[in-house]
């Protein structure tokens, strides 16, 4: 099944003007010169995810400078039927109203189990030389994707692990009061844990099989995750159990007084974190920049292939200001992967394949 945009009605959203787009099945390139609303297109069509601004912006950022309030209208096809998602957000409310085939939302959990999509970004380089939260925010979503319940174990440990960081720095902290945070915690965590390794396993395979097609020279990129709670030779079940549980819980009675006399909760799944590496050895300290974009592109395009073959649904591509950078080999790549997706992506180039759209100062004109 096919995942596809079929009509796109934008106002008030940052520089763009009152826009409807009506894009192909396939592929669409949006062209133009910097900063005239390209990458604001694509990411009108991200945030019909339910998730933030891939800019890590506030909501109210999205909104024009001479507009009171943004409105996005998406009409998709998904799982052999139409569907329509309205999102609105105002300077004078706090609120965002949500409506996904006209029946209100509390939150961006049903848009993100309806409309899948993958978005690639210039940015997204740091996936191979930043912090280890990007790359766990990486996995997060891929295993979300798959499972999208798994959102809320994430939201559930991250509440507890809060309230366990807030108990340890009260100097009058007790045994009794951790072991409470302590089983929420492992109980939470197991899961989460579980799922990220079962998805590092499957990530691994792709990257090496499309790591070495894009190189072509012999190079293997591994990909195999890291984590902070259970040892590297740890014998993961075919399903989270209670020995994965007790495990878990061990680990932070063994570190209590370290975590009580520094603050804060030295292990668990917010120190994983997924390790990369090209012939043995880390990409984030050996790689040049070209093998550094082409894992990040390896690795969203792995995202999209497990994702197509695990749930049987073509997710919506996003490129932003991506395929100009890339040779013939890694552009036949992103083709071969994406070629039955429908995919939107943007250029400063003036070449236009297939169906033309061209920004200018925040007006879309396509031929």
């Known amino acids: 099944m096919k995942i596809f945009v079929t009509e796109l009605k934008v106002s008030g959203f940052r520089n763009l003007a009152p826009t409807v787009y009506h894009p192909l099945e396939k592929f669409n390139m949006i062209t133009g010169r910097n900063a005239q609303g390209k990458t604001n297109l694509i990411e009108a069509i991200w945030l019909m995810t339910g998730c933030r601004s891939f800019r890590g912006s506030k909501d109210r950022d999205c909104i024009g400078f001479d507009s009171s309030c943004a409105e996005i209208e998406l009409s998709f096809c998904s799982r052999l ?47 191979c030389e930043g912090m280890p939260e990007k790359r ?3 996995l997060d979503m891929c295993c979300s994707q798959l499972k999208p319940s798994l959102m809320d174990y994430i939201r559930k440990y991250n509440l507890i692990y809060a309230h366990r960081s807030a108990v340890l720095k009260n100097n009058t902290v007790s045994r009794k009061e951790l072991d409470i945070w302590n089983e929420q915690l492992a109980a939470a965590g197991a899961v989460i844990s579980h799922a ?60 209590e007084n370290d975590d009580i006399r520094l603050g804060y909760t030295q292990h668990g799944i917010h120190r994983d974190d997924l390790s990369l590496k090209i012939n043995g050895l880390p990409v984030k300290l050996y790689a040049s920049q070209g093998q550094k974009k082409s894992s990040a592109l390896v690795m969203k395009l792995a995202q999209a292939d497990i994702l197509k073959n695990e749930t049987g649904e073509n997710p919506v591509i996003l490129l932003d200001d991506v395929m100009s950078e890339l040779d013939s080999s890694r552009q036949q790549l992103v083709s071969r992967i994406t070629g039955d997706m429908q995919v939107f992506a943007t250029s400063c180039g003036a070449e236009m394949p297939e169906f033309s759209c061209r920004m200018e100062n925040g007006v879309l004109e396509c031929s």
């Open 81 to 127: 039927r139409s569907q329509k998602i309205y999102y609105r957000i105002c300077r004078s409310s706090r609120e965002k109203k949500i409506m996904l085939n006209g029946i209100p939302c509390s939150g961006g959990k049903k848009l993100f189990e309806q409309f899948c999509c993958i978005a690639f970004l210039p940015s997204d380089i740091s996936l």
């Open 136 to 138: 766990r925010t990486f």
């Open 196 to 255: 990220r390794h079962s998805y590092s396993c499957r990530l691994d395979k792709v990257c090496r099989e499309l790591y070495g097609i894009a190189a072509g020279n012999g190079e293997e990129l591994t990909v195999s995750y890291r984590s902070g709670i259970y040892p590297k030779d740890y014998q993961y079940p075919e399903k989270p159990d209670s020995r994965m549980i007790s495990d878990y819980r061990k680990k932070l009675e063994i570190s």
